[in-house]
């Protein structure tokens, strides 16, 4: 189970961390994903990182501005949000697979999703 949490109202320029935190399952041997979806839209891939924390991938419009992390010990993964834009407003998702992939057919396990809302 991930239960994902953080999300709120932003204005453009701040900063916001989600957190997803992970319970019933080893879920630090699996890569962790965050994506998001826009009202209206598709669900797209944000960032993923890989068990062990050592590889990252991000989709091109948040490089530099996202980073995804983990803590297995706490077996929680987040995703620090910094300098956002108002077309960052979206429900984020965590999810996790068991290796790192921008497909979300990859993802066997999904969290509920957070809203992140940024203001202009």
């Known amino acids: 189970q991930l239960q994902a949490s953080g999300g709120g109202l932003v204005q453009a320029g701040g900063s916001l961390r989600l957190s997803c935190v992970a319970s019933?399952?080893?879920?630090?041997?699996?890569?962790m994903a965050w994506f998001r979806q826009a009202s209206g839209k598709e669900r797209k891939f944000v960032a993923a990182?890989?068990?062990?924390?050592?590889?990252?991938y991000n989709e091109d419009s948040v490089k530099g501005r996202f980073t995804i992390s983990r803590d297995n010990a706490k077996n929680t993964v987040y995703l620090q949000m910094n300098k956002v834009e108002p077309e960052d407003t979206a429900v984020y998702y965590c999810?996790?697979?068991?290796?790192?992939?921008?497909?979300?057919?990859?993802?066997?396990?999904w969290g509920q999703g957070t809203l992140v809302t940024v203001s202009s």
């Open positions: 999810a996790a697979a068991w290796l790192p992939s921008q497909e979300e057919e990859t993802y066997d396990y």
């Open positions: 019933g399952r080893a879920f630090s041997h699996y890569a």
């Open positions: 990182i890989t068990w062990t924390g050592s590889t990252t």
